[in-house]
């Protein structure tokens, strides 16, 4: 019963280096989503995906990089960290769209931007 | 553009009492209304689901309450335990959007 899994789980890099986050879900679900969670912002949708090869920018995208040649996969590229990026981040998967559908979340990735 | 608030911002209450969570929502055209509940360290995980056209929805000793006229929601918890100590989110979606408020941090004490 693995669900979605994120790693890794906390990450600690410099300014101007590359950080991949990755995401696995088990469910087979078509939408997957990845969310930063800062104070006093709530939840922001950074890029989500209707199904493999299909992605698209959320609210906040400047920054990032995502793909998705697999179903289960959805990895987040921070191609040059700031430390505007410092946050939690979470991945997220629907069997359908947010319209009608139960979100599931990971259990978060913490990253530090020094 | 899409708001969702959330009040209180924080709340403490002994074990055992009830309380009311509110969500005032402004996202249109509006789908459905979710509750999570997010312990610390730990992914959201949702509590309840309502469409524009419920009223209310219950999951054990947590019952949501939807008014689409007023654009409020809120979450009641009867007879609070300790492991309800938690941060609870509201989240409006349209379309397929979701607009998450900032939560409200509730302590539950002995």
Not at chain 1, 51 to 68: C, F, H, L, N
Not at chain 1, 84 to 106: D, I, K
Not at chain 2, 3 to 32: A, D, H, M, R, W
Not at chain 2, 97 to 110: A, I, N, Y
Request: proline content about 3%; charged content about 20%.
């Amino acid at each position: 019963d693995a669900g979605i899994t994120q790693s890794p789980r906390y990450k600690i890099t410099e300014t101007g280096r590359q950080v991949t986050l990755m995401c696995h879900q088990t469910w087979s679900h078509s939408y997957m989503f990845w969310y930063r969670q800062d104070l006093g912002h709530g939840l922001r949708l950074i890029y989500y995906s209707a199904a493999a090869d299909i992605t698209d920018k959320g609210e906040v995208p400047d920054g990032y990089v995502v793909s998705r040649s697999k179903t289960e996969n959805f990895p987040l590229t921070l191609e040059s960290a700031t430390r505007s990026q410092t946050s939690v981040y979470f991945c997220a998967s629907s069997e359908w769209s947010t319209v009608s559908g139960e979100l599931f979340f990971g259990e978060g990735s913490r990253l530090t931007v020094l | 553009k899409n708001q969702v608030e959330q009040s209180p911002q924080s709340l403490i209450i002994l074990e055992g009492k009830n309380c009311t969570l509110q969500c005032n929502y402004t996202v249109s055209p509006f789908s459905n209304l979710r509750w999570y509940k997010q312990d610390t360290g730990r992914g959201p995980v949702s509590l309840t689901i309502m469409t524009f056209s419920e009223n209310t929805k219950s999951n054990g000793r947590y019952t949501a309450t939807l008014d689409a006229d007023t654009k409020q929601s809120s979450l009641h918890i009867t007879a609070s335990q300790l492991s309800d100590s938690a941060s609870y989110i509201c989240d409006g979606s349209n379309a397929g959007k979701s607009t998450f408020g900032d939560g409200t941090t509730l302590t539950v004490k002995p």
